[in-house]
């Protein structure tokens, strides 16, 4: 038996583990705060790094951060989804960001094929100051 079929107002969890790239995390979170879909919550799942990401987390209200000790990018990304509550999940990478309307087109997709599990989209590589490559 599958889920039922998004809603506009399902709560989408966007879980972002991070280990040492907090020069790169608020551009992630930005990109999740201007979604056009807007009932989701962003979760930080810093892995135990030095480069002191929660200053980052701090700027931008309501994101949540969870502190581990280092045990890698799975277990991080695993403890989110644990303390995620959305109905849907996103994974972003700290140094990537979402395009605007990447979880509404996610939802639309779900919704038009109830019998899938997930979908992703088409990645854009971008190099560290952001420009394409």
């Not at 395009?99 to 997709?109: F, H, I, K, T």
Request: glycine share 8%; hydrophobic share 40%; net charge negative.
């Amino acid at each position: 038996m599958g889920a039922d079929p998004p809603t506009s107002a399902a709560l989408v969890s966007v879980v972002i583990p991070i280990y040492n790239q907090a020069r790169f995390l608020g551009e992630a979170i930005e990109s999740v705060l201007v979604q056009t879909h807007p009932d989701r919550e962003i979760v930080v799942v810093d892995d135990g790094s030095t480069d002191d990401p929660a200053s980052v987390v701090s700027r931008h209200a309501g994101v949540r951060l969870i502190r581990q000790e280092n045990a890698g990018s799975a277990a991080a990304r695993n403890h989110g989804v644990r303390e995620s509550r959305g109905a849907y999940l996103v994974s972003l990478d700290a140094d990537d960001r979402l395009l605007p309307d990447a979880v509404e087109r996610g939802l639309a997709a779900l919704s038009s094929r109830p019998e899938c599990a997930f979908v992703y989209g088409r990645a854009r590589m971008i190099g560290a100051d952001g420009a394409p490559l």
